[in-house]
């Protein structure tokens, strides 16, 4: 298979970078902070997920304005004691992409994906997180160029025209690009983003 797009959405967490054992030792201390049970907190699904539906899920409407600021102020403290890795390949690979045919999706807020991006050197042009939609992931709205929030990619600064023929690369794909990537000095870069190159799994 080959990849046809103009343009590329990559997740974030787990595709780009890790920060899986920041997301479990602040979870995991948050969780604590607010009187939740392991058992409680075992039957939401955190990952991917933005905090704001997650802390809906465990607590009382009135305090989940205030857990979110919390959980999220967190994760980013604990971003520089080594809240995240780059994934192998990742460097390789999006430095031989166009920097403006590609775009970061993550349900991070948007001041902790800059923080994690931003700690390994990843500086996307666009970059659509929680605060720019209503709906999070594994609903369709953060990829969509038109929706209820009237079109986040769109209104972040992915050209709209690009979109009608834009693919999003989450994690598995994204592995098989980034282990070939990892192996090479630096992937040829295809002319003017001609993505159809790209292998895919």
């Known amino acids: 298979m080959k990849i046809h797009a103009q343009a590329l ?8 970078v890790s920060s899986l054992d920041s ?3 602040c979870w995991t201390r948050w969780a604590g902070e607010y ?16 905090a704001a539906e997650i802390a809906a899920d465990l607590l009382p409407a009135a305090k989940v304005p205030e857990a979110v600021a919390r ?14 890795h780059l994934l192998p390949g990742t460097w390789e690979f999006l430095g031989a992409l166009p920097s403006d045919r590609w775009a970061v999706v993550t349900s991070a807020t948007r001041r902790l994906a800059e923080a994690r991006l931003g700690a390994v050197g990843i500086l996307p042009k666009t970059l659509i ?6 709906r999070g992931k594994p609903d369709p709205e953060p990829y969509l160029p038109q929706g209820l929030s009237g ?4 209104r972040r600064g992915v050209w709209h025209a690009h979109l009608r023929r834009c693919r999003r690369l989450s994690t598995l794909r994204v592995a098989a690009l980034l282990r070939l990537a990892a192996g090479r000095t630096r992937p040829r870069s295809p002319a003017p983003m001609r993505c159809r190159g790209f292998p895919a799994t």
């Open 129 to 134: 997180a929680a605060d720019d939609i209503t």
């Open 71 to 84: 959980i999220e102020q967190l994760e980013v403290e604990d971003v520089p004691g080594g809240g995240v």
């Open 35 to 50: 009187g939740i049970t392991a058992q409680e907190f075992a039957r939401v699904e955190l990952h991917g997920r933005p």
């Open 9 to 16: 959405l990559f997740d974030n967490d787990g595709t780009l």
């Open 23 to 25: 997301v479990r030792r």
């Open 151 to 154: 079109g986040s990619c769109r």
